[in-house]
């Protein structure tokens, strides 16, 4: 039985193909158009997971799409008739598109469909799974675990906005639901908004800002803005909030409790911000320990699988794993939209059609490696045709070339195997630098990402030295749980020093690994398997023995604004348009030193930012 899932329409459209159960290909639409955060219907997607799987569009048995599109015209009917005549210019611009697209999605998905394969009415059936459904069944059937707890947040999907469901074998019940307009996704979207980053994308922007600042707002939003129950139940306070009917996050009455208005992505970010972005970060983590605490207690469960856009909020992750609400926890990769894909997929197979789980060695997302892969004379020819000068040399030679230029401080783009699907790149495609450096983060925020010079960085370690490095005893290879730095690898702060705040602390070395140690001692941090990673483990393995340090500065491969790099070409374009030293794809190694400048580009402006 093959199935064909597919998120599309609103942001980060992707596509995913599971035979029998088993997830054989997954892409985001993106990665291939070159557009951030693509929601255009994926062609490429699809035809590159067809291309994996050896089959044509006539072979697939059943098409699931991620959502509903017609509970979704509900929810918006019925939110403008309740708060009319408010709203009206946003209902004017919404309706249209709904009545000429939207609401008659089986037929524009069969229409998009014929243009791949003009016989397609034909074959396989549209199958349309509700959006937490969709996350839900993301999380549960690739977990390794038989029996799991699975919570589900994100922005809105239909109507809901967090879900409780139990997974058991091969079936999976959503058993309770928090709806729109109360979310803990646009909750904290509002405040990507307030603080000037863009809403869907900007929301790692504010976790990785709050550390900077002090949750002096934490009361002022938990008494004005939202209702929060023991249980982790809650209703946000609509007054101050214009998502529903608006054409902005938040309002006047918003701005006026916290005493600034609304800061524009132009304004500099001020110790008001980070104090913001702290307080707010406090309420999410907040919410989320008492949601999993709630659903500990109802199902005696002692697995939990999260999925959903606040999912990827791995600060709080890590607080439901210190806590000890649950024993295990394991979290989709892909838990934004994009794995909706996936998660339509297998509740097409699992619930719709009934077939048997399997569950998978380690998991069943494959290492999250499910996208394009090229082999070495594909790479070679690529390359030559875009004018790289490079060098080929044998995995172990280029294992060891890349790890002393890593341990001379140098940055280096590493590109090999599959290409990862989600947000994070995990040794695949990734911009790799020394853990150890005290300015690393700096050159690669500033010169190689062109980004914020606040974002942090995460640390990629050999799973067998995790606990000698970090204050985390379990496996973490999607890089979606934030522990601290081990207390005797950590440098005491001077008393000067600990009188700065905000940006002021960025640039004090905090530990033996400062790239990748954030201002309050965590990390976000990627645990590498040789079973499932096998070109990366050996790397970390070589600048181990090379430095004594298992530990490798891991950010995508991109610049700020850019989709993580697919193609070789891709690779190399970014290379040439940034301080890279070094790229590396499959065994072809490049030094920038040796390319003709004539190729250099103007990069950093080449995308719209983020």
Request: glycine letters at 6%; one cysteine or more; hydrophobic letters at 40%.
């Amino acid at each position: 039985m093959r199935i064909l899932g597919i998120s599309a329409f609103y942001h980060d459209s992707a596509a995913a193909l599971v035979d029998h159960g088993r997830i054989v290909a997954a892409a985001q639409e993106e990665r291939f158009t070159r557009k951030k955060h693509d929601a255009s219907f994926p062609h490429n997607a699809i035809s590159y997971c067809l291309e994996e799987a050896n089959v044509t569009l006539g072979d697939i048995d059943h098409i699931a799409f991620y959502d509903k599109p017609f509970l979704k015209f509900e929810r918006l009917l019925e939110t403008y008739v309740a708060m009319a005549p408010n709203g009206f210019r946003s209902f004017k611009k919404a309706i249209p598109l709904w009545m000429r697209e939207k609401l008659f999605q089986k037929g524009q998905l069969r229409n998009e469909f014929r243009q791949i394969d003009e016989a397609f009415s034909k074959t396989a059936e549209i199958l349309f799974c509700e959006h937490h459904l969709s996350h839900a069944a993301s999380a549960f059937y690739p977990s390794p675990y038989e029996s799991a707890a699975v919570l589900t947040m994100d922005g809105v999907g239909e109507w809901a906005t967090t879900s409780a469901a139990m997974g058991t074998d091969n079936r999976l019940e959503i058993f309770q639901e928090i709806h729109f307009p109360h979310s803990l996704g646009l909750l904290y979207s509002a405040f990507t908004y307030y603080t000037g980053f863009r809403v869907n994308s900007g929301e790692y922007k504010v976790m990785g800002l709050a550390p900077y600042g002090q949750p002096r707002f934490k009361q002022a939003i938990l008494d004005n803005l939202i209702d929060l129950k023991t249980d982790g139940s809650f209703r946000l306070n609509m007054s101050y909030f214009d998502y529903c009917t608006g054409l902005t996050m938040t309002n006047e009455r918003f701005s006026k409790l916290f005493g600034e208005p609304v800061r524009q992505p132009d304004k500099l970010l001020t110790s008001f911000h980070m104090d913001v972005a702290a307080s707010i970060q406090a309420v999410l983590e907040e919410a989320v320990l008492r949601l999993a605490r709630s659903l500990a207690k109802q199902t005696g469960a002692k697995n939990l699988c999260l999925a959903g856009g606040v999912a990827l909020n791995c600060v709080a992750n890590g607080k439901i794993l210190r806590h000890g609400v649950f024993q295990n926890i394991w979290i989709q990769p892909a838990a934004g939209d994009a794995g909706g894909a996936v998660g339509a997929a297998l509740a097409a197979a699992h619930i719709y059609k009934g077939e048997p789980r399997k569950i998978e060695p380690g998991d069943g997302m494959a290492g999250s490696f499910l996208g394009p892969v090229y082999p070495q004379p594909n790479i070679e020819k690529r390359l030559q045709a875009v004018g790289a000068v490079f060098t080929v040399l044998t995995q172990e030679a280029m294992i060891d070339t890349t790890a002393r230029a890593l341990a001379d401080q140098q940055a280096v783009g590493w590109f090999q195997g599959r290409m990862e699907f989600g947000p994070r790149s995990l040794g695949a495609r990734s911009i790799l630098g020394d853990a150890r450096s005290t300015s690393m983060q700096k050159t690669l925020n500033l010169k190689v990402k062109y980004r914020e010079s606040f974002r942090p960085f995460a640390p990629a370690v050999l799973l067998e030295d995790c606990a000698d490095w970090f204050e985390l005893d379990t496996d973490s290879p999607y890089m979606l749980i934030v522990a601290d730095v081990r207390e005797g690898r950590r440098r005491a702060m001077t008393a000067e020093e600990e009188t700065l705040f905000g940006i002021d602390k960025l640039n004090i070395s905090r530990s033996e690994i400062p790239a990748v140690t954030h201002v309050d001692y965590s990390a976000r941090v990627q645990t590498v398997r040789e079973d499932n990673n096998p070109a990366f483990h050996l790397l970390l393995s070589r600048f181990k023995e090379l430095t004594g340090c298992p530990v490798l500065v891991n950010t995508s491969f991109n610049v700020r604004g850019e989709p993580i790099v697919c193609t070789p070409e891709d690779a190399f374009r970014c290379f040439m348009g940034n301080e890279l030293d070094l790229l590396v794809i499959g065994n072809c190694v490049m030094r920038k030193a040796d390319q003709d400048a004539r190729l250099k580009v103007d990069y950093s402006s080449a995308f719209e930012l983020d």
